[in-house]
């Protein structure tokens, strides 16, 4: 059974700067993408970012809206994904859910962390 904590969230004035961690716990087989998710209320769950973990290359992929702000990064080792959000606007306030897939196409979500940024 796979399971997804995510920590980090909480309230910040604008211009500021959050950081989210992941931590997934059991079988890691076959893991192909770590990443993150955010819904804001009465809007659909959009892709933040990902970031690939089979091999050494760890290639990713962002949100034009997040692109230059927000970076992904993994440690392995501690089987933890983070994302350091930078230069935060109010317009990214939602809850943030980590996400894990499969090379066979299945999902698994953490239960998500509250960001709530001030204007």
């Known amino acids: 059974q796979v399971q997804l904590v995510e920590s980090g969230g909480g309230l910040v004035q604008a211009g500021g700067s959050l950081r989210l961690s992941c931590v997934i716990s059991?079988?890691?087989?076959?893991?192909?993408?770590m990443g993150w998710y955010r819904q804001a209320p009465g809007k659909q769950r959009d892709l933040v970012a990902f970031?690939?973990?089979?091999?050494?290359?760890?290639?990713?992929h962002y949100a034009d809206s997040v692109k230059g702000r927000f970076a992904i990064s993994r440690d392995n080792a501690k089987n933890t994904v983070y994302l350091q959000m930078n230069t935060l606007k109010p317009e990214d306030t939602a809850v943030y859910y980590c996400?894990?897939?499969?090379?066979?196409?299945?999902?698994?979500w953490g239960q998500g962390t509250q960001v709530t940024v001030s204007s």
């Open positions: 059991g079988s890691t087989f076959g893991i192909n993408t």
């Open positions: 996400n894990l897939q499969t090379f066979s196409g299945r999902n698994y």
């Open positions: 970031i690939s973990v089979s091999g050494s290359g760890g290639s990713t």
